[in-house]
């Protein structure tokens, strides 16, 4: 039985589900052949919260998977407007996961793949709810490949807030980076003409030494926080699950008004 892919969901405002389907000796010495020696390679973890609202259906739905394929180990994260719900992570699966690809694809296709997957479910959401419904819109998502390369997405008002040397910085700010750790000047930008406000931008950097941590935001986070006050509220925690609780927290003392969920990945 080969390897197949964990995949942790959160439903919408319910208990996180753990699915694990995996050889158990999988992670015998030897097993995976790695471009760099094991004690190089960043490890990674993570936290999730999600306040809760009156009306579950109307929370955000988060997802967290992983997904070994061949030599490479990826990692997919998620924060999830309810209207998006699970359309980018079922496209992500059956065009990029399950057709197994090649390292040289899979790092090749990822940003194409993404980009797509976050089309695909607005285009649903405007099929089935009508124009005006993607207004507003927003989606957050990143894929970790091999510890070395991050993928980044965010639509709406979702961010993905990258700690670099205790900076913040996300896509498309280029002027906040150092050349080294500069974003791919290959951006996706996909706009709605009906609104600004569900603007796409996907891209891709290298995981440096000096990456520390990333925030997936929801809107709730970001319209009450910038985003070197969230880095720096949470930096000084190891913990990324207490980090994300404290997060969400701090977005619900200031009062704010939309969805407040965030994903905190840590790499050690």
Known sequence: MGLKDLHVKLKQGLQLRRILKMNTGSKKKGARVAKKPSWMMPAVSHGYHVVEGYDESKSDFVVVQREPIEELELWFFGVFDPRIGDGVTKYMQSHLFDKKPKESQIKGKSKETMRKAYLGARAKVKGTQGS?????VG???AMVIDGEKL???NMGDYRAI???DGLAHEIGSRHKQSPKGSWSHKLFK???KQSKSSDLLVGAEKIENNTEFVILAS??????MKNQEAVNLIRHIENPQAAAQGLARE????MSRSNISCLVIRFD
């Open 251 to 254: 977005a619900s003392n200031r």
């Open 162 to 164: 990258v700690c670099r």
């Open 139 to 141: 989606s957050v998502s």
């Open 219 to 224: 809107s709730g986070i970001c319209e009450v």
């Open 132 to 136: 005006e419904e993607t207004n507003g």
């Open 151 to 153: 993928v980044l997405a």
């Open 190 to 192: 996909a706009s709605n």
